[in-house]
């Protein structure tokens, strides 16, 4: 989530601003504990973005158990 607030910072937004998140989650691995740190992150927005998640067999590295890739909106100035 670090890194997601660091590129969001960096196109001159943040997590306000996401529309839709999808979880990449390698299978048997905790869902609920990846919950508790968005909510973290994500605190008590107006609008929440919606949030897919997906089990999958593994990703590229083996050592990495958990992809989120985000989609946010940049508001006219």
Do not use: C, W
Not at 26 to 52: C, E, H, S
């Amino acid at each position: 989530m670090k890194n997601l607030k660091i590129a969001l910072n960096a196109s001159g937004v943040n997590f306000e601003n996401l529309v839709k998140l999808n979880i990449h989650i390698v299978q048997r691995q905790n869902a609920y504990g990846a919950f508790q740190v968005l909510q973290k992150f994500l605190g008590q927005n107006i609008n929440p973005p919606v949030i897919k998640v997906l089990y999958v067999a593994g990703l590229t590295n083996p050592e990495i158990l958990l992809e989120i890739d985000a989609i946010a909106f940049k508001p006219e100035e």
